[in-house]
């Protein structure tokens, strides 16, 4: 069974400070992935990953880096948390595909940000 | 500019009846769609896929349709259950393209299944 876990289900922080959210999955996929879901908006990309020390831009990276050190564990940090950060963020990961098939993304529980 | 769209933010069915999700894209380097249920305070979980070469895909009481000259899916479910309520992303991706790592998610419909 794929696990993916997230470091904090819930989290309260000030404007201004530095947060880090934290994820882990036991499978040894390659991609990893963070997203954030807001009502009405769906789920949208902030950063993945698909190998140790790389990562790529999403569709909404402003505010936020991250770091993948090693090979389960992703972390999402925002530098300067701001009252519009506060969102559901969810971690995923997945197998590296083939040329012609796609691996579902296993998603974890989420963390529940509120800024302050 | 949205291009995975679900344009029902909600749907509600009686139980034992058809519940019919739409998605619509536009993006037709698209070829493989997936659809993701999501209950409160859990992540979502992947429930169904198919691929651009495919019509349709059938899983249990979950089918899903692709009209690919309409650029239109669907997800049936047939019988609906109260347990099946929850949100219904849609998701798409360019497999074939060489960003064949990310999904481009719709905004979801919440199916509320009535006992």
């Known amino acids: 069974d794929v696990k993916v876990t997230q470091s904090s289900r819930y989290l309260v922080k000030r404007t201004g400070e530095k947060v880090f959210l934290e994820c882990v999955q036991d499978?040894?996929?390659?991609?990893m992935f963070w997203y954030r879901q807001d009502p009405g908006l769906g789920l949208r990309l902030i950063y993945f990953?698909?190998?140790?020390?790389?990562?790529e831009k999403g569709d909404i990276p402003e505010g936020y880096s991250v770091s993948r050190e090693k090979k389960e564990r992703f972390s999402l940090i925002l530098e300067s948390a701001s009252t519009n950060q506060t969102s559901m963020y969810l971690c995923a990961s997945s197998s590296r595909p083939g040329r012609q098939f796609i691996y579902e993304q296993y998603f974890g529980p989420g963390t529940r940000l509120t800024v302050t | 500019d949205q291009q995975v769209k679900q344009n029902s933010p909600s749907l509600s069915v009686q139980e034992g009846r058809i519940s019919i999700l739409n998605c619509d894209y536009t993006n037709s380097m698209f070829d493989y769609f997936l659809w993701y249920k999501k209950y409160p305070a859990e992540g979502p979980t992947f429930l169904i896929s198919?691929?651009?070469?495919?019509d349709k895909n059938e899983d249990g009481r979950f089918t899903v349709f692709l009209n690919k000259s309409a650029k239109h899916l669907s997800l049936h479910i047939v019988p609906s259950q109260p347990g099946d309520s929850a949100v219904y992303f849609c998701?798409?991706?360019?497999?074939?393209?060489?960003?064949?790592?990310?999904?481009?998610f719709g905004k979801g419909t919440l199916l509320t299944v009535n006992p």
């Open positions: 198919i691929s651009s070469i495919k």
């Open positions: 998701a798409a991706s360019a497999a074939s393209g060489g960003s064949n790592y990310k999904l481009t």
């Open positions: 499978m040894d996929h390659e991609n």
């Open positions: 990953s698909y190998d140790v020390k790389m990562k």
